[in-house]
């Protein structure tokens, strides 16, 4: 099974930046898909942006330019930068991968365990 590791998250004031970060790992090929959801207390989680394997974006509305997803597909690693945070950011995020071909297999819909991001007004 391929791992999903976050990291990144922090409390930060309205208006600041922060970059998260998640590495790929477990004898990976190489991924399709990838992306980040949130998913604030209370609230069912929701896309905050995804990439394709050739760099095409997409992001949802509450998000657009503000954030900018980021892939290596060398590295098996997948980025967000989030500027202008709000409190309304406040949520876990989390690393998505919708098909990773490692040396064992295929692995569908993989989630990292979430990273906290908290922004405070």
């Known amino acids: 099974q391929v791992q999903l590791v976050e990291s990144g998250g922090g409390l930060v004031q309205a208006g600041e930046s922060l970059r998260l970060s998640c590495t790929a790992s477990g004898n990976v090929l190489s991924i399709d898909g990838m992306g980040w959801y949130r998913q604030a207390p209370g609230k069912q989680r929701e896309l905050v942006a995804t990439i394709t394997r050739g760099r095409r974006p997409n992001y949802a509305d509450a998000v657009k330019g503000r954030f900018t997803i980021s892939r290596d597909n060398a590295r098996n690693m997948v980025y967000l930068q989030m500027n202008s945070l709000k409190p309304e950011d406040t949520a876990v995020y989390y690393c998505?991968?919708?098909?990773?071909?490692?040396?064992?297999?295929?692995?569908?819909?993989?989630w990292g365990q979430g990273t906290q991001v908290t922004v405070s007004s």
């Open positions: 998505y991968a919708d098909k990773t071909f490692t040396a064992r297999g295929i692995d569908i819909d993989s």
